[in-house]
């Protein structure tokens, strides 16, 4: 098991604002670190306005996720500096489909 801390988005899943409702499948994959005493590392996420998507900050399996192709990791294996800019790049990209920021805090 090798396990990178960063930021993914997870592509066609149902989901609402209050609850993300994900295949048990994919969350074996991720939030590797519940229980860590940083908050930082226990799964945030950031829903498209079509909930079709969600971004997620957590700990990820980095053998596990390559297994799921819905699963699109932001500079694996590299700094959580450097993923958290490729997700900001993301949803730069097409801000207008992502809830802002005042709805959801992360990113």
């Known amino acids: 098991m090798s396990l990178w801390y960063g930021y993914a988005v997870?592509?066609?899943?149902?989901?609402?604002?209050?609850?993300?409702?994900?295949?048990r499948d994919v969350a074996s994959t991720i939030s590797k670190a519940a229980n860590d005493p940083q908050p930082a590392k226990r799964w945030?996420?950031?829903?498209?306005?079509?909930?079709?998507k969600y971004l997620i900050e957590a700990v990820f399996?980095?053998?596990?996720?390559?297994?799921?192709?819905e699963i699109e990791?932001?500079?694996p294996g590299k700094s959580i500096t450097l993923s958290r800019k490729a997700a900001l790049d993301f949803i730069a990209a097409d801000l207008k489909t992502w809830e802002p920021d005042e709805k959801i805090n992360v990113l």
């Open 61 to 69: 399996d980095l053998d596990e996720t390559k297994k799921h192709e």
């Open 44 to 52: 945030h996420t950031r829903l498209s306005l079509d909930k079709r």
């Open 73 to 75: 990791l932001f500079e």
């Open 10 to 23: 997870v592509s066609s899943v149902l989901a609402d604002i209050d609850t993300v409702v994900y295949d």
